[in-house]
Structure formats: C-alpha cells, structure tokens
C-alpha cells in the first residue's frame, strides 16, 4: 500500500482586498509545495456585490494570476441583474449547485468540477447563500431560484460518487448551516463519510469542527491562508483519505 499526500490552499471572504505583496507571497508558497496542490476559494473573492458592480472588477486578474482551481459562488458573485451575473460568469465559472436559472432550460450555472489530480479523483461542489426563498417576488424578477443545499448537495453526490474519492465542499452558506450540512452529510453517507471536506465562508471567522465531518472556514480578507495536507492510502482498489493536518499561513 502506498501513501499519497494532497495540498488544498483556501481562501475566503477576500472582497477584491489583494495586493502585490500578498500574491507574491502565496505564489512563493504554492511554489515550494512539494505535493500536487490546488487553490480553491468559499466566495465573496470579487468588489462588487449582489446590486452593485464595478465596471472593472480587477479581482479576476488575480484570480488568473494565482490560477485557482475552483471558487464558490458567494453573494457578492451573484447580482440581481441578469447581463451582470452572467459577464461575471463569463469571467470565471463560479461553482453553485443550489443556484438555477428557471427561465432557461439548459444548465448555464455550473454546480461541481470533477478532477483527477495525480492519482485522486476530486469532485469540487460549490453551495451558495440563498439571497431570498422559493416562489418569491425576486425570484420571479430575476429568474434565480435558491433550492435547499442538502437537496442540492445530493444531487451532485450521487452524480459523481462512483467516481470521486473526496468531495471538496466549497460553502459560502455559513458556519451555523455548514454545520447543519455536516451532520446531514454524516447521517447520509456514513459508509463514505470520510470522504468529506466542507471549506466555508461568509462569517468572516477562522473557524474547525470535525464533529462530523470537517468543517474549516478561512479568515477574511486575506489576512491568512488555510493549507490543509491530506494524506491517502493508495492501493490498488481503493484510495482513501486516513489523516489531515490544517495549518493557518499569516498573510
């Protein structure tokens, strides 16, 4: 049997907020990374907000330049107005699995990512703050409907399960609801519970629990970086995760 070990770098809750020194600084650290490696993001990373928008919205120059894997759809990434959600679309393909377009029928917001990196299959599943509820008067003007995250979340489980040895949860609903996602996840797939992450944002907090399943929010701003080293058990058959170190890197 051998041991495979994986990188995971997160961030959350930047609001546009990066500079030079900063993105110089996590460039170095991903480059001295001796272990294959992704940068992912828990939303809210863009300046503009849900009404408001920037003309020119230079988070994505950073997002390019640090070559994130995959970013959730926070509340800032979602607007009310339809030509503006989608250029940021357009931009980069935020991950929502709760979000849908009711006034299109094709798929045109992308709910999960999958990926082999080096040998492990990872399947990335991003879940959004619903802005207002089912069947409401903004939901009818924008033509966005927020569905329940569990619902959702299930959906795409049993979509990618025969093939993902870890599911990369990437939240940006809040501690007080990840948490409710990680029993749900635990009462639900006890037989593959570890193959669970949830990486969350939106409360602005450094935030752990693995009372269920890990639950592990990033501080805001850029002020640090979460490197979560995830070692595996690879063998013919299986790959499966057996232990995690969570280290916080001060920016």
């Known amino acids: 049997m051998n041991k495979f070990i994986l990188s995971i770098f997160h961030t959350s809750d930047i609001h546009g907020k990066f500079n030079k020194k900063k ?73 929502a699995c709760n979000l849908v377009d009711v006034f299109l029928k094709k798929q045109s917001i992308i709910p999960a990512m999958h990926l082999v990196i080096d040998r492990i299959r990872v399947t990335f599943v991003g879940l959004t703050r619903p802005q207002y509820p089912p069947d409401s008067l903004w939901e009818k003007f924008t033509g966005f409907r927020f569905e329940n995250a569990i619902n959702s979340l299930q959906k795409q489980v049993e979509m990618y399960y025969k093939i993902t040895d870890l599911f990369i949860i990437l939240s940006h609903l809040g501690i007080e609801d990840d948490l409710i996602l990680a029993r749900a996840i635990f009462e639900n797939y006890r037989n593959m519970v570890n193959r669970f992450l949830v990486l969350g944002g939106h409360d602005h907090k450094d935030f752990f629990s693995d009372q269920f399943i890990p639950v592990i929010h990033t501080a805001p701003f850029l002020s640090k970086l979460t490197h979560l080293e995830l070692f595996f058990s690879v063998n013919k058959n299986s790959k499966e995760l057996e232990s995690m170190v969570v280290s916080k890197i001060e920016l």
Do not use: H, W
């Open 23 to 95: 993105v110089e600084k996590i460039k170095e650290i991903l480059n001295q990374c001796d272990t294959p490696k992704v940068l992912v993001d828990s939303g809210d990373i863009l300046k503009g907000g849900n009404i408001l928008f920037y003309p020119v919205e230079n988070t994505f120059k950073y997002i390019e330049d640090l070559k994130y894997t995959a970013i959730c759809m926070g509340n800032r990434e979602f607007n009310y107005f339809r030509f503006i959600f989608y250029r940021r679309l357009k931009r980069y393909p935020f991950l």
